[in-house]
């Protein structure tokens, strides 16, 4: 047995089936839980008016691994995908939370409604229980974004979500976003001298200086996004199996990886498309459709 194949092993009997901070793990959010959700998303909705594509690629049962990118400010439009989910395949994603949200508070809304904090044995903890799990490799610094990284994905080093799937033997759906990025300009992004008091008190908190966010603007010269359409697309599956056979699993998961990532980068090539030839992005444009003449 090669010493990869013994860390595999390793990993996934010594789980546990525990998860971190408490965390339930099987939630159980009522159906009123999901219509409070949806009543308290739904502004969001009605102002971005959003599109899903392929979200019969996400298995209807079984575990599976969801990647996804991060858009700007990360928290926007990520919201919307669990309530579309369960409703088109009838099942509960398990989100990875990023350890600044583990607050009280924050962190029991999050469990609620199957957040978890996002650590690897967390996530193989629900992959061997059969969750999908959402994950977004290029973490806060993809979400906080700089000048000039419009849609960018930020996944440089970024191999654990790939070495979780070969080590759980699960398939990675990828996940593509658009549409806050082209609802928010970015002023003053966070590492600008400008900004030296947010990144000093960034500091303060505990918080990584390279995460301060940036200035940005929306309507006007108010923080609230354009009324611009958010647009979603779930990519075929991707089999892990030929990667779990190799005995160098450094290799494998960066392998693994550009993989996934070209597949996620075909699915925001194709939303877009959709974005560029779609009359109601906008909401005036939306307004002009609904108009009976």
């Known amino acids: 047995m090669s010493n990869d194949q013994q860390r595999i092993d390793d990993v996934r009997g010594t789980s546990g089936g525990i998860l971190s901070d408490g965390a339930p793990l099987d ?28 979200l019969d690629n996400i298995p209807a049962e079984g575990p599976v691994l969801i990647v996804a990118n991060h858009n700007l400010l990360g928290g926007i439009d990520a919201p919307l995908i669990m309530p579309e ?22 962190r029991h809304f999050l469990h609620h409604f199957g957040t978890v904090r996002g650590t690897r044995s967390n996530c193989l903890t629900l992959l061997e229980r059969g969750e999908a ?27 654990g979500f790939a070495r979780m799937a070969i080590q ?15 609802a ?18 960034c500091r303060l908190l505990g918080i990584n200086p390279e995460l301060s966010p940036p200035l940005v603007t929306g309507v006007g010269p ?19 199996t030929p990667w779990t056979r ?9 392998d693994l990886r550009d993989v996934v990532r070209k597949g996620l980068e075909e699915e925001l090539q194709f939303l ?18 609904a108009l009976p003449w």
Not at 222 to 240: K, N, V
Not at 246 to 254: E, Q, Y
Not at 277 to 284: E, F, N
Request: hydrophobic share 40%; glycine share 10%.
């Open 246 to 254: 190799s005995d160098d699993l450094d290799s494998a998961a960066a």
């Open 184 to 201: 928010l300009d970015i002023v003053v992004d966070g590492q600008h001298p400008v900004m030296a008091p947010l990144r000093w008190t």
């Open 133 to 159: 799990v959402v994950v977004f490799p290029g973490g806060g610094r993809e979400a906080i974004r700089r000048s000039g990284e419009k849609y960018v994905l930020k996944w440089e080093g970024r191999t």
């Open 27 to 54: 939630p159980t959010p009522s159906e009123w839980d999901i219509r409070a959700l949806e009543a308290l998303l739904a502004p969001l909705r009605v102002w971005t008016s959003p599109r899903f594509y392929g």
């Open 85 to 106: 989910i369960l409703r088109e395949r009838g099942r509960l994603v398990r989100g990875l939370a990023e350890h600044v949200l583990m607050v009280p508070g924050v």
């Open 222 to 240: 108010t923080f609230l996004p354009r009324p611009e359409r958010f647009y979603f697309s779930a990519g075929a599956p991707i089999d892990p």
């Open 168 to 182: 759980a033997g699960v398939p990675i759906v990828p996940l593509a976003m658009i549409g806050v990025d082209d």
């Open 272 to 289: 877009f498309n959709e974005r560029d030839r779609d009359t109601g992005r906008t909401l005036a444009g939306r307004l002009r459709n």
